[in-house]
């Protein structure tokens, strides 16, 4: 398993921008795709994006496709969330999600951060 914290939530307008990152532990980093998944109050936790062990393959929501971008970094041990074109819609915790298989992480198996807080305002 790997160690993972998130960061860079915050407070934001709608139509704003935020960049998120997973900061990973462990020598492994690399063999493992990475996820991004939100909760919001009151509702399940959904999938947002992930991204294959070697950055090749990419995949998003419909609610985020052509607004964020996931991205990753093996030399930093650090997976990127860019946010662009916020909406009130898109507030919740986001989480970090790690595993070598994309389909244990969909079915929120792996390993997981403790989150962080994004919140966009109308």
């Given at each position: 398993?790997?160690?993972?914290?998130?960061?860079?939530?915050?407070?934001?307008?709608?139509?704003?921008?935020?960049?998120?990152?997973?900061?990973?532990?462990?020598?492994?980093?690399?063999?493992?795709?990475?996820?991004?998944?939100?909760?919001?109050?009151?509702?399940?936790?959904?999938?947002?994006?992930?991204?294959?062990?070697?950055?090749?393959?990419?995949?998003?929501?419909?609610?985020?496709?052509?607004?964020?971008?996931?991205?990753?970094?093996n030399a930093k041990n650090t997976?990127?969330?860019?946010?662009?074109?916020?909406?009130?819609?898109?507030?919740?915790?986001?989480?970090?999600?790690?595993?070598?298989?994309?389909?244990?992480?969909?079915?929120?198996?792996?390993?997981?951060?403790?989150?962080?807080?994004?919140?966009?305002?109308?």
């Amino acid at each position: 398993q790997v160690q993972l914290v998130e960061s860079g939530g915050g407070l934001v307008q709608a139509g704003g921008s935020l960049r998120l990152s997973c900061a990973a532990s462990g020598r492994t980093f690399s063999s493992y795709a990475m996820g991004w998944f939100r909760q919001a109050p009151g509702k399940e936790r959904e999938f947002v994006a992930a991204i294959s062990w070697s950055g090749g393959s990419t995949y998003y929501a419909d609610s985020v496709k052509g607004r964020f971008t996931i991205s990753r970094d093996n030399a930093k041990n650090t997976v990127y969330l860019q946010m662009n074109s916020l909406k009130p819609e898109d507030t919740a915790v986001y989480y970090c999600a790690a595993d070598r298989r994309i389909a244990t992480m969909l079915n929120l198996g792996g390993s997981w951060g403790q989150g962080t807080q994004v919140t966009v305002s109308s």
